[in-house]
């Protein structure tokens, strides 16, 4: 076997196919230019085209290096994504005309080039953009700007987001009245201390500055970033958090409709984690009562006999899922805690108190392990399929102890481990899911109860609302809205508080749409969703045709967006299990 054989086999694992180009006339046009600088053309495929893949929406790919955009390429696209850094000064004064044309005639454009100063002025006049700034900003704050939006509808009017180092921005100092500014840079003095270093010369005086304009122009609608696509990357801010809802909704908001999406439907649920029975699951019953379904996750050997009747009753009355937490707390399942992969004979022995404990609840456990502690053996994962078992929530990184974990790369799309969903690469018919927010913040409670002297009192608005913080930020970035808390929290949390406190973080919530369901849908729906695609998506009348390929197991929730009023909406059309091809046809109306 050659070197480069022996090094393609340490590096394999499976990796989710590159979406296809899509045909018909309801999918979004990206353009690239291929001739343009590495740096900028090498930022394309993880800011823009992973993203579009994670939230399915479809679209094909034109490369200015080779071709040109002509009027009927443009009239046959729902939106025309400006998708590379230089598109601005690539684009000739007769194709900018062209363009603009197409937007006016009812053609969506989202243009990702920030830069103002090279701008085109057809594109600029559909803004009515004027006295652009000869330099550029750096900036590491973005505030969402009072007035509401469809594009910032998921977001707190003046919400601020601080990102994790600089990025350059243009600046427009006068508009067109009627255009919306969605969001805002913040140049305050840290930025103006930092600009004016890399900056010589620039005079600009300290202010919020419009980063992401919107506006109805004719027909159509469109969108223009004033802020470097590099705030896409990891390390500056990145996708799976709390902005990403400004680039998907955007595109959805600016395409001309219908437009369908495999997006996420954007579901909820509940983990409650180091279980053994606290207030008989009282906390179960109350939970469930305010929409979840929650999955407590069982310390086998502290959960008293006495109440397997009531485990096995929540279980069939859809009430609640339970799976295998640990055998104990310094015991786990399927790895020795903070030392290593389990032998064979641990493994049996473990799984065999694992199998009696479910005979005798006389009740199935769920198909999704959370595991203490976040170490899984490699070795396991065999023993957890026999058991019917194919999801990991989180799934981290099996074989590797936790203190370790950290380096050690990700999963798809954004190469993270609190947002994803994929196949493991140890065992490609395992799939991982998870939602969670950074690390250290997972637990909603963590802060806001008396458990471990941690607030003084238990503050329910606190709890409340970082529940609801955490939801959004899981439905913003596409993903699903995933609360975990920990039983040890209910010896402080009596269940009149618990209650109240779910009560207000649903009243926070309210007015977005979420779907409370359980662990196992959750990890369904994104299998299903990361195994297919949209190939094509044809608008003709009232008639919407969308062709799925792939293989989906179980029922897919394909979303289609239509226009209304000034914003959008979205409905569902339920797509059955299929195997290599899908055909959803349905009637749309506007």
């Keep these: 076997m050659t070197q480069a054989k022996i090094l393609e086999r340490l590096e394999q694992r499976p990796m989710r196919p590159r979406q296809e180009e899509a045909l018909g006339n309801a999918v979004c046009l990206v353009v690239v230019d291929s001739r343009g600088p590495y740096w900028e053309r090498s930022i394309v495929e993880p800011t823009i085209l992973r993203a579009l893949d994670h939230f399915g929406i479809p679209y094909r790919v034109v490369d200015l290096g080779q071709t040109r955009l002509t009027p009927e390429q443009l009239a046959f696209s729902a939106a025309v994504l400006l998708a590379q850094n230089g598109l601005n000064a690539s684009l000739s004064g007769e194709q900018a005309r062209t363009l603009a044309e197409a937007v006016r005639a009812g053609v969506g454009l989202v243009n990702f080039d920030f830069d103002l100063r090279a701008c085109p002025g057809p594109l600029r006049e559909l803004f009515g953009l004027d006295r652009i700034s000869p330099y550029v900003y750096a900036t590491n704050q973005v505030q969402i700007g009072p007035s509401p939006h469809f594009i910032a509808a998921m977001q707190d009017p003046g919400e601020c987001h601080l990102l994790d180092r600089m990025v350059s921005a243009a600046i427009a100092e006068s508009r067109r009245a009627d255009v919306a500014v969605v969001a805002q840079g913040i140049l305050g003095k840290e930025q103006l201390v930092y600009t004016r270093h890399v900056v010589p010369g620039t005079t600009l005086m300290p202010g919020n500055y419009p980063l992401l304009f919107a506006t109805q122009v004719g027909q159509g609608r469109a969108v223009q970033f004033a802020v470097n696509m590099r705030i896409w990357l990891q390390g500056t801010f990145g996708h799976g958090r709390e902005l990403d809802d400004l680039f998907w909704r955007s595109i959805v908001w600016a395409a001309r409709k219908p437009l369908p999406a495999n997006i996420v439907p954007p579901l909820a649920c509940l983990s409650i984690d180091d279980c053994e029975g606290r207030t008989d699951f009282a906390y179960v019953q109350i939970a469930h009562r305010h929409g979840f379904v929650p999955l407590p996750s069982l310390n086998l050997r502290v959960v008293p006999e006495r109440l397997y009747p009531k485990i096995r009753q929540l279980i069939e009355s859809r009430t609640a899922l339970f799976n295998t937490h640990a055998i104990?707390?310094?015991?786990?399942?399927?790895?020795?805690?903070?030392?290593?992969?389990?032998?064979?004979?641990?493994?049996?022995?473990?799984?065999?108190?694992?199998?009696?404990?479910?005979?005798?609840?006389?009740?199935?456990?769920?198909?999704?392990?959370?595991?203490?502690?976040?170490e899984y053996g490699v070795r396991s994962l065999l023993y957890f399929k026999q058991r019917g078992i194919r999801f990991l929530n989180?799934?981290?990184?099996?074989?590797?102890?936790?203190?370790?974990?950290?380096g050690s790369g990700g999963y798809w799309p954004y190469g993270l481990k609190n947002r994803m969903y994929d196949r493991l690469p140890d065992d490609p018919e395992m799939f991982g899911v998870s939602s969670l927010p950074p690390r250290h913040t997972e637990d909603f409670l963590t802060g806001s109860t008396t458990y471990l002297g941690e607030s003084p009192t238990n503050d329910v608005e606190r709890a409340a609302r970082s529940a609801a913080k955490i939801l959004s930020s899981g439905l913003r970035s596409g993903f699903f809205g995933e609360l975990t808390t920990h039983e040890q929290k209910f010896d402080a949390l009596p269940m009149p508080v618990w209650d109240k406190l779910l009560?207000?973080?649903?009243?926070?919530?309210?007015?977005?749409?979420?779907?409370?369901?359980?662990?196992?849908?959750?990890?369904h729906c994104l299998k299903s969703k990361y195994d297919t695609s949209i190939a094509e998506a044809d608008a003709q009348g009232s008639r919407l045709l969308v062709r799925l390929t792939g293989r989906a197991v179980s029922p897919l929730q394909l979303s289609v967006f239509l226009n209304e009023d000034d914003g959008a909406r979205r409905e569902y059309r339920a797509v059955q299990p299929f195997e290599d091809q899908a055909d959803e046809e349905s009637e749309v109306y506007q």
């Design 503 to 523: 009560a207000r973080a649903r009243q926070l919530t309210a007015d977005q749409e979420i779907i409370f369901t359980d662990h196992d849908e959750v990890s």
């Design 328 to 374: 104990d707390y310094y015991e786990l399942l399927c790895y020795e805690f903070g030392s290593g992969e389990c032998s064979t004979d641990r493994l049996e022995e473990r799984f065999a108190v694992h199998d009696a404990f479910w005979r005798r609840v006389g009740a199935r456990h769920s198909e999704t392990f959370r595991g203490h502690w976040g």
């Design 394 to 406: 989180p799934v981290l990184a099996p074989g590797l102890m936790k203190v370790d974990q950290a």
